[in-house]
């Protein structure tokens, strides 16, 4: 196995609320109350939709996707998913700085080194450039064709990322770690909150599907886990394997996905660019400092030269 390279789960395609759209010259992300479901191929119009879209949006009351049924690819919550808080280069799409609230991996210009992770309300470095919780959730939906196979759910979102954590935990814990064989749903739900200034704001939640108990969940995932194991089919075995894939490369996304990821996730600041840590400073305009005729410092890989305001 090549070293240095981040072997994640085999994805058919995406699950999204949300879209990036033009405005003014930009690029910028858009949010949607409704799930999409896409391929992995975009064109100038945007991702192309996966044939389970028009299933699930055929089958909703009003025409939007609002709960898909789906299963975890496996029993370990922290497989299903990964959270870290994250910082991305903006123009080559690479990660920068991937940590966990404790240590961090940075890239600076000798390479890869680790420090501390103080979050981003305490981070010097991160804390003004874009650093925030970026989660990745890779479920089975109902009807997809291959059984080793996933979608994958990507996130910034806080109320997302807590809330998927906690189900997580929580459906490993109750069905005595057998969470891959639960019959679930991922629920978009809304809330209120000061920030949003009232308005609504859509976040996804992990969930029982319509009409079953716990009870009957649980029986369940405990006889199909067993009729799994009587077949020869050796999970552990697997969650092995995808824990070493993980942990082959210093960060999960790579330069080929983090352009599209820092397009949809990670939008331009007004503070400019966020680059690797080199220790060197640019200043580079920004919106209202363009206007003041002066400009705002930010971090620069081996810059040569300063911008003008």
Not at 164 to 176: D, K
Request: overall charge neutral.
């Amino acid at each position: 196995m090549i070293k240095g390279l981040a072997i994640t789960p085999p994805v058919l395609g995406r699950i999204t609320i949300g879209k990036v759209v033009e405005k003014n010259g930009k690029r910028l992300p858009e949010k949607d109350d409704a799930f999409t479901i896409t391929t992995q191929v975009q064109n100038r119009d945007g991702w192309l939709l996966h044939p389970l879209h028009q299933k699930l949006v055929e089958v909703s009351s009003n025409g939007k996707i609002r709960s898909i049924p789906v299963k975890l690819l496996f029993n370990s919550s922290d497989l299903n998913l990964r959270a870290e808080y994250s910082l991305f280069d903006r123009t080559t799409g690479r990660p920068v700085c991937v940590g966990n609230g404790e240590t961090a991996r940075r890239v600076g210009h000798e390479g890869i080194s680790e420090c501390a992770c103080p979050s981003p309300e305490g981070c010097e470095f991160g804390g003004k450039v874009g650093c925030k919780p970026y989660g990745r959730l890779n479920v089975h939906i109902e009807g997809q064709d291959e059984e080793l196979a996933s979608f994958i759910f990507r996130t910034t979102g806080f109320n997302s990322i807590r809330t998927l954590t906690a189900r997580l935990r929580y459906f490993e814990a109750v069905s005595q770690g057998n969470s891959r064989y639960l019959p679930l749903q991922l629920k978009l739900r809304a809330k209120s909150t000061t920030q949003s200034h009232r308005a609504p704001v859509y976040y996804v939640d992990l969930c029982l599907r319509d009409g079953v108990s716990l009870n009957e969940a649980v029986s369940q995932a405990i006889g199909e886990a067993r009729n799994v194991a009587e077949a020869g089919v050796d999970i552990k075995a697997l969650e092995r394997v995808a824990k070493q894939g993980f942990g082959n490369g210093a960060f999960e996304d790579s330069e080929e996905e983090g352009v599209a990821i820092v397009e949809e996730f990670f939008p331009e600041t007004e503070a400019g660019e966020v680059v690797p840590d080199t220790g060197k400073v640019t200043a580079v305009k920004s919106k209202l400092t363009a206007r003041l005729g002066g400009t705002v410092p930010t971090y620069a890989a081996q810059a040569e030269e300063e911008v003008a305001a």
